[in-house]
């Protein structure tokens, strides 16, 4: 039936009704018509709907990409922020690839993977901007080989637009290496950047190994300078991320305090196994439905 209307198609309006378009055709049929005017649609108690408003805003190789994503919540996700973000195919492909949404979700309690869902990435408080784990596969570096932190934050530097990217919504750099005084001695923070949705400085300090209390007092007394001496009076409070490549959540939680504006985050050098990343998923959202 597809060869035959492919060739009547063809016959009347010319090239570009393929097989394999029409394939693609009633996939998007498949994937759409009973989400398209539904607002309520749940699955696993997560409310999730599509929004026609955003379709005609995604060109059709944006959607040949979403409509290969199964989990309809995943999927709108990925629409909010492909319209919202102007995400071009390339930078959906690897946001997609990166298993983004999980990432995200895996960082927040149900309430906030809902909305995530149905609202996309909403930056409001300093651990909105945290994702499980950071992937930085761009850079290029290989994870069985030694490198230094200062070849790292090299790395970095040189793909920063890709780095602010895979960081998320509002971030702007400031500096590398910005260096500030204290008692006669010198202090050096790695990177410096501003969001400008948290309105606050986000200071980021680079660790290739196995994150130690020690690095995480010295980010303490980095985020209490800024507090102090560099924060405006209307700005938020400082934000400290130390991006490592091995940490311990309960050292973590041992060594700072509890109002700490403080995170130890994980980094990756490939991009995760997606299909694990959304069993752990799976498994946290039903952990918390039977409580």
């Known amino acids: 039936m597809l060869k035959e209307l492919s060739s009547r198609l ?12 029409l394939k693609k055709c009633r996939t998007f049929f498949n994937t759409y018509s009973v989400e398209i005017g539904s607002t309520t649609q749940t699955e696993s108690n997560l409310v999730h709907s599509v929004d026609h408003i955003l379709l005609p805003r995604l060109s059709w190789n944006h959607l040949q990409i979403l409509m290969r994503i199964d989990n309809p919540a995943e999927r709108h996700f990925y629409e909010i922020e492909s319209v919202s973000q102007n995400w071009s195919v390339r930078q959906l492909q690897r946001q997609v690839a990166s298993s983004l949404y999980e990432r995200l979700a895996l960082s927040r309690d149900k309430n906030e993977v809902m909305r995530l ?7 409001e408080k300093s651990s909105d901007i945290i994702k499980n784990p950071l992937t930085l596969e761009f850079l290029g570096l290989k994870t069985e080989s030694a490198y230094s932190e200062t070849k790292l934050e090299q790395a970095i530097i040189d793909k920063m ?14 500096a590398r290496q910005k260096r500030f005084s204290f008692d006669e001695d010198n202090f050096y923070v790695d990177l410096v950047f501003y969001n400008r949705l948290l309105q606050c400085y986000v200071l980021i300090d680079l ?13 303490q007394m980095y985020v209490n300078y800024y507090d102090r001496y560099e924060r405006q009076e209307w700005e938020k409070p400082t934000i400290g991320i130390l991006l490592c490549k091995e940490k311990s959540d309960a050292l973590v939680e041992l060594t700072l305090p509890k109002d700490a504006n403080i995170y130890a985050q994980q980094y990756a050098l490939c991009l995760p196994d997606k299909h694990l990343l959304q069993a752990k998923l799976k498994e946290w ?5 039977e409580k």
């Open 10 to 21: 063809t016959e009347q309006f010319g090239k570009g009704w393929s097989v394999e378009t």
């Open 117 to 123: 869902a149905n609202e996309g990435q909403i930056v």
């Open 161 to 174: 637009q890709q780095f602010l990217l895979e960081l998320g919504k509002g971030f702007l750099f400031e």
């Open 207 to 219: 660790k290739t190994k196995k994150l130690t209390h020690q690095d995480l007092g010295q980010m």
């Open 285 to 289: 959202i039903d952990e918390i439905e």
